[in-house]
């Protein structure tokens, strides 16, 4: 099966930029849709955005839709979350998931590998 390791996240001032990585190993990297979810203290786990086996097809939500970006590289087995205009309201641990299906879902429960999570804090 297929392991997950997220990195990248750290402190950064509202208004800044951060790029998030995936590494995964095991499996078949190409075989997964991907997905970025991240959870706030105290609230639920939400998804962000997902990504496509070949890249082609994204889906994000309505609260970062135009300031993120998913892509990914099957040939490093890495997939990224590209976060610009960050607010506050961002901060939150990022997890990254894998999805062995052939359409793009948004729904926690629907994937079934997960990463430990890498943090975002956001300073206003």
């Known amino acids: 099966q297929v392991q997950l390791v997220e990195s990248g996240g750290g402190l950064v001032q509202a208004g800044g930029s951060l790029r998030l990585s995936c590494a995964a190993s095991?499996?078949?990297?190409?075989?997964?849709?991907m997905g970025w979810f991240r959870q706030a203290p105290g609230k639920e786990r939400e998804f962000v955005a997902a990504?496509?086996?070949?890249?082609?097809?994204?889906r994000y939500s309505d609260s970062v839709k135009g300031r993120f970006t998913i892509s990914r590289d099957n040939a490093k087995n890495t997939v990224f979350l590209e976060m610009n205009s960050l607010k506050p309201e961002d901060t939150a641990v990022y997890y990254c998931?894998?999805?062995?299906?052939?359409?793009?879902?948004?729904?926690?429960?629907?994937?079934?590998?997960w990463g430990q999570g890498t943090q975002v804090t956001v300073s206003s």
């Open positions: 095991g499996g078949t990297f190409s075989r997964y849709n």
């Open positions: 998931a894998a999805d062995r299906f052939f359409l793009l879902r948004t729904t926690e429960g629907q994937y079934d590998h």
């Open positions: 990504i496509s086996v070949s890249g082609g097809g994204t």
